[in-house]
């Protein structure tokens, strides 16, 4: 199943920078799109989403923009915190059905002091 | 804030035995989902469960799982007769409504020997 995918593993940003993260997917009935923050040993913690009728969504710091030509979206936290160290992961559903989920593999996020 | 709470936070079982995971989903929720994450993969959704019936189930949910809310608050995932390859951490996650994000249980890390 590759139907979402986030293709960089890892990614190392400096306190006070901003960090991008980003997901593509492949499935064009894919229309409602989710953040989640993973600490270890807890579950996934939503974060944001953003449905396919917006090209983008913000709350505080953090901004997900959806190019839905590209079928790709990405996460913008700005300013980058050393709490945001975490693996975060993408996910597409469709509406419609029962809003299953489908996940990205991830991507560690490390902000450096 | 409510949070979903799952227990055991680990279940050791011998190959071949009964398991139950219990899930108490946010008390104003209406859906109800269980996913697994074998060791280095994807999150993968197993089941989705509105109105006292399944929704929406994908390949992985065969005859050996089950899903029961026994009461107002518990939702229960059964698996009869586990494998080795049943051996995952499972998440249970409750939503309000089906176009709402989905929010995660910290999981029951599943240990089949």
């Given at each position: 199943?590759?139907q979402?995918?986030?293709?960089?593993?890892?990614?190392?940003?400096?306190?006070?920078?901003?960090?991008?993260?980003?997901?593509?997917?492949?499935?064009?009935?894919?229309?409602?799109?989710l953040?989640?923050?993973?600490?270890?040993a807890?579950?996934?913690?939503?974060?944001?989403?953003?449905?396919?009728?917006?090209?983008?969504?913000?709350?505080?710091?953090?901004?997900?923009?959806?190019?839905?030509?590209?079928?790709?979206?990405?996460?913008?936290?700005?300013?980058?915190?050393?709490?945001?160290?975490?693996v975060?992961?993408?996910?597409?559903?469709?509406?419609?059905?029962?809003?299953n989920?489908?996940?990205?593999?991830g991507?560690?996020?490390?902000?450096?002091? | 804030?409510?949070?979903?709470?799952?227990?055991?936070?680990?279940?050791?079982?011998?190959?071949?035995?009964?398991?139950?995971?219990?899930?108490?989903?946010?008390?104003?929720?209406?859906?109800?989902?269980?996913?697994?994450?074998?060791?280095?993969?994807?999150?993968?959704?197993?089941?989705?469960?509105?109105?006292?019936?399944?929704?929406?189930?994908?390949?992985?949910?065969?005859?050996?799982?089950?899903?029961?809310?026994?009461?107002?608050?518990?939702?229960?995932?059964?698996?009869?007769?586990?494998?080795?390859?049943?051996?995952?951490?499972?998440?249970?996650?409750?939503?309000?409504?089906?176009?709402?994000?989905?929010?995660?249980?910290?999981?029951?890390?599943?240990?089949?020997?």
């Amino acid at each position: 199943d590759q139907q979402v995918k986030q293709n960089s593993p890892s990614l190392s940003v400096q306190e006070g920078r901003i960090s991008i993260l980003n997901c593509d997917y492949t499935n064009s009935m894919f229309d409602y799109f989710l953040w989640y923050k993973k600490y270890p040993a807890e579950g996934p913690t939503f974060l944001i989403s953003i449905s396919s009728i917006k090209d983008k969504n913000e709350d505080g710091r953090f901004t997900v923009f959806l190019n839905k030509s590209a079928k790709h979206l990405s996460l913008h936290i700005v300013p980058s915190q050393p709490g945001d160290s975490a693996v975060y992961f993408c996910a597409a559903s469709r509406f419609g059905g029962a809003n299953n989920l489908f996940f990205g593999t991830g991507t560690r996020l490390t902000v450096i002091p | 804030e409510p949070e979903v709470t799952q227990t055991p936070s680990h279940q050791v079982t011998q190959m071949g035995q009964e398991v139950i995971l219990r899930c108490v989903p946010i008390s104003n929720h209406l859906y109800f989902y269980w996913y697994r994450q074998i060791l280095g993969q994807k999150v993968e959704f197993l089941v989705s469960f509105y109105n006292n019936e399944i929704s929406e189930k994908s390949e992985i949910f065969d005859d050996q799982f089950s899903v029961e809310r026994p009461d107002g608050s518990n939702f229960t995932l059964k698996i009869r007769s586990t494998k080795l390859e049943d051996s995952a951490m499972y998440f249970c996650a409750s939503s309000k409504d089906r176009d709402q994000p989905q929010h995660f249980g910290d999981g029951t890390r599943l240990s089949i020997l």
